[in-house]
């Protein structure tokens, strides 16, 4: 895929880190039949290459990291009932297989189809002004495939108290931070500086040990606890291995850490 060929985002490769910027900042980022097309191919790409070790995603504009679906376009759903899927699937890097972790940086407004993206982040790093909300019910429509989604990340009952509200209500960034949605709050202007210094950290360290235990953690979610210890021994003896091979432990001990 050629990155530079997007017309919806904008995807920069630098020093093993991919990041990708909404680029619909006249529709608050809203995502398309474009953009889901272009979502597919980035994350076949990142899939790939071996040359991206992180994933950075963040919003252009000022209002909003993005409103979801674009409204006024629409999104594709077959006429053939048997053959319909969720259109979030192109957005969503796990579903397609993209294990590289992705950390997202949120300001402004995170609605609807938005948490297709944050519900599979592996870091979320918001602005102070971050809002996070689901419009469907205001709008008579059925809330289910995103806040399905978000109920495995943060306790259903802040999932229900979202849906059912819809456009009443906005979740500020120092409630998700509150119950472990966001992990980190910084002012705007430092939002996208450091979600890109943690992309560097862990862009830094040995590409296996990272790939095989984003993917160990987020399996385990789908398996019973058993299963997902014997899965996470299998993704530890193939990536152990070439993990120790690319790491100097003296090297490691020494380097300076943060204290968050």
Not at 149 to 169: C, K, Q, S, W, Y
Request: one cysteine or more; a negative charge; proline letters at 4%.
């Amino acid at each position: 895929m050629e990155l530079e060929n997007l017309t919806t985002v904008i995807a920069e490769l630098h020093e093993h880190v991919l990041t990708i910027t909404l680029n619909r900042p006249e529709r608050m980022n809203s995502f398309t039949n474009v953009m889901r097309e272009e979502f597919r191919g980035v994350w076949e790409f990142a899939r790939e290459s071996d040359d991206v070790h992180v994933i950075v995603l963040r919003g252009a504009g000022e209002r909003a990291f993005s409103t979801g679906m674009d409204t006024r376009e629409g999104t594709f759903v077959s006429d053939n009932v048997f053959s319909r899927r969720d259109p979030g699937i192109d957005l969503s890097p796990k579903q397609n297989g993209c294990w590289k972790p992705l950390i997202s940086a949120v300001h402004g407004m995170a609605a609807g189809g938005a948490l297709y993206w944050l519900n599979e982040s592996d870091i979320i790093v918001a602005s102070d002004d971050a809002q996070f909300f689901d419009p469907h019910v205001s709008y008579g429509l059925v809330a289910a495939l995103e806040p399905i989604g978000l109920a495995h990340r943060i306790p259903i009952g802040e999932v229900l108290r979202m849906v059912l509200l819809g456009l009443d209500e906005r979740m500020s960034a120092e409630r998700a931070r509150e119950i472990g949605f966001v992990s980190e709050i910084v002012a705007r202007d430092e939002l996208w500086t450091r979600a890109d210094v943690l992309a560097r950290r862990i862009a830094a360290k040995p590409p296996a040990a990272i790939q095989g235990s984003v993917r160990a953690i987020w399996e385990s979610r789908d398996t019973g606890r058993s299963q997902a210890l014997a899965t996470g021994m299998a993704y530890t003896s193939l990536g152990n291995p070439i993990g120790k091979a690319q790491v100097v432990r003296s090297e490691v001990a020494t380097r300076e850490y943060e204290v968050r």
